[in-house]
């Protein structure tokens, strides 16, 4: 009888985890997951009932392959789930030309032949009048391909697929050590020890606690959303899509309008962090009103006819790297550990696509988009 519980386990079933267990028992291999509480839970980061898709990522030039891979494999996944996971009716991107977000998006389009269209400040303020005080030099662009993911219903068909393709998933099971062991590792909980020949950590904001010695900060990220105060349909996400917008001192607006019983759902990053550090495992996770001060203080001039007071708050988490990039790969070029982290606020559209990766990398392939620069043991996580 094997001493081994499988050959793979996946711990932690967010959105890179589920997406990560879905291709690998879709190939057929002997794979298990583990989640410390249920698949599309509201404690980490794959939450918040909307996350915004696009292909023009600025965030790194690497990352366009693998978005498009991406968006190929929400299809995938949608169409095997008979769910409608993505709703893809288009995103803006606002600022001056020469901003992060309108410059970086120009440059990913030129870059990668991306359909897109850029909008002159004219007929930003004629379209999308829903954005006001604009500065004289905003423009925006707009990606066709862009549009929203359904986060907690993807996790939970991910999970679901692996399921009927095989894969046990331990629920209500936190890991508490990832021991390597000759030939595997060994994932210790309060009531058992599994032994598998490799592991694939993909716990989130959770991972420092697991494999110290990256350069990981978990940020508290609140999550609002605001009522419509026009009486009209202004604020509907037909009318108001999925955004993120520059504004003046380094912050950054994004969100998207309402759906049906939804209201309009809305963030604020300050000086590039999305919220404060957080400890997963110790802070409170009650919400305060320093979580939408700061948001409820800009929205009277720029995105004016919201009430003023959120009509709900949730906090979310996020898990930032120095450079902004990902971790993805093997740390030291260990064949029993893969690691997957760092979404830095922006890995949840790559999640289906990341999945497949991990996939190739305990297969022994080689990712279909080159992930170099996302390797666990560059120089700035360490």
Known sequence: MSNWDAEVAVVGLGAWGACALWRMADRGLDVLGVEQFEPGHPLGSS?????????????????????????????????????????GRGGLLIGPEDGRI???????????????????????????????ALDPRDIAVWEPSAGILRPEESVRAAVRLARSAGAPVLTGTRVHEVA????????????????????????????????????????????????????????????????????????????????????????????????????????????????????????????????????????CMLTATPDGQFVLGRPGGDPRLVLAGGCNAHGFKHATGIGEALSDLVTGGTPRMPLDFASPDRAALH
């Open 180 to 315: 390597l062991v000759p030939g595997g590792v060994e994932l210790r909980t309060a009531s058992r020890t599994l032994r598998v020949r490799q592991a694939v950590v993909t716990v989130g904001s959770w991972l420092d606690g697991l494999v110290p010695g990256l350069a990981l900060t978990t940020l508290r990220m609140p999550i609002t959303w605001f009522r419509s105060g026009t009486g009209d349909d202004r604020h509907t996400l037909d009318r108001f899509p999925v955004f993120m917008r520059d504004l003046p001192g380094g912050q950054v607006l994004w969100g998207n309008g309402s759906e049906g019983p939804h209201p309009v759902k809305l963030g604020l990053e300050i000086h590039g962090r999305p919220g404060r550090p957080f400890d997963p495992r110790t802070d409170d996770r009650s919400v305060v009103a320093e979580d939408w001060s700061h948001l409820a203080a800009v929205l009277g001039t720029r995105l004016p006819g919201l009430e003023p007071t959120p009509a709900k708050v949730s906090v």
């Open 47 to 87: 939450h918040g009932g909307s996350r915004m898709f696009r292909v023009t990522c600025l965030e790194h030039p690497g990352l366009v392959p693998l978005a498009r891979r991406s968006l190929e494999l929400w299809h995938e996944l949608a169409d095997a789930a008979g769910s409608p996971l993505f709703d």
């Open 102 to 132: 309108v410059g970086g998006t120009l440059r990913a389009a030129r870059r990668h032949d991306i359909t897109v269209r850029r909008l002159s400040h004219g007929e930003l303020t004629e379209r999308h009048g829903q954005h006001a």
